[in-house]
């Protein structure tokens, strides 16, 4: 696999996004053993980049369950973990009644990080990202609290999630250049981020695109779809590893795909070696449909201060 940099690591490119086995259903709640020995089969098949957070729970009273399985999995883990980062988020709340929200206090970050910390078993945590922009406060501050968790000690790198173009240079202006990291929607048919890839680039930061394959759109897109299916042939890979690799031209990308089967996870894995020829990333990108619209949750920003 190749190494892309994360802040001052160097990871193989593809990672693993955590979320998909404690959602409601999810093999780490109804079979944890099997779950846990997929997590296993990723990090012996390469994988060095594990991505939780938080809220990543079957419901509001078991926040945390995702973050809690991740170091159940590597408690058990007997292999080298010296090159592996684990990577969560915070900023997004839960209430009884499945009521979400979001807080960007530096109360609460410094609460949320602690008790993620108790959660994986660490005594600081490698990469903590901001998970969601908090409407109610001014960004600058939530920023400024972001730096709060290093000084505290509870983190050792920070990053965002969900951020802007406008954001992010601005969050990059007011940490001094300590984001890492960026984790936004990003796939064939969700490419609103295209001017922070180019912030990214310039910064040296990494780029962590979230729902990677689109979930549904992908069957409302036949040409789109038609398009990765016949790349996926002269692969000799799944349509879903052709996608990864097509994310794997972009400069930065650490890919970070939900699968929780063994067997899933070791397709996707083929991708990181794939270089794709000019005539195929032209096929692809003569394919690629209109771009969705801005996702709903990021409709409703944080004012910058006057």
């Known amino acids: ?20 086995f404690t959602i409601p259903g999810g093999v780490g709640l109804t079979d944890p053993e099997k779950g846990i020995q ?10 060095e980049l594990l991505d939780t957070a938080d ?12 973050e809690k399985f991740v170091s159940e999995a590597l408690a058990s883990y007997s292999g080298d973990k010296s090159n592996l980062v684990v990577a969560t988020k915070g900023g997004i709340t839960r209430r009884p009644g499945e009521v979400f929200g979001r807080n960007g ?41 972001l730096m709060v968790l290093k000084e505290a000690g509870f983190v050792e790198h920070i990053g965002v999630s969900n951020y802007n173009a406008e954001q992010l240079t601005k969050a990059i202006e007011i940490t001094g250049g300590e984001i890492v990291s960026v984790q936004n929607q990003f796939n064939p048919y969700y490419r609103q981020d295209l001017e922070v890839l180019s912030v990214c680039l310039a910064n040296d930061i990494a780029f962590l695109p979230w729902s990677p394959f689109g979930g549904s759109q992908r069957a409302k897109n036949e040409a789109t779809t038609k398009a990765f299916n016949q790349l996926a042939t002269e692969l000799g890979v799944s349509s879903h590893a052709a996608v ?18 063994s067997e899933n996870i070791k397709d996707l894995l083929a991708a990181s070696e794939i270089e794709l020829s000019e005539e195929q990333k032209q096929a692809i990108a003569d394919a690629l449909p209109e771009t969705e619209d801005l996702h709903w949750e990021l409709i409703d920003q944080p004012a910058f201060r006057a």
């Open 105 to 145: 206090s530096v109360d609460y970050f410094l609460r949320a990080a602690e008790a993620s910390c108790y959660r994986l078993g660490v005594d600081k945590i490698q990469l903590w990202q901001h998970h969601r922009l908090d409407p109610s406060m001014d960004f600058e501050t939530q920023v400024e609290n």
């Open 244 to 261: 990864i690799a097509w994310l794997l031209t972009i400069p930065g990308c650490i890919p970070i795909p939900g699968a929780t089967k």
């Open 1 to 20: 696999m190749k190494k892309i940099g994360l802040g001052p690591w160097r990871v193989n490119n593809v990672g693993l996004g955590c979320m998909n």
């Open 38 to 47: 997929a997590i296993h089969d990723a990090i012996d098949s390469g994988v």
């Open 55 to 66: 809220i990543y729970a079957p419901s509001w009273d078991d926040f945390g369950r995702n």
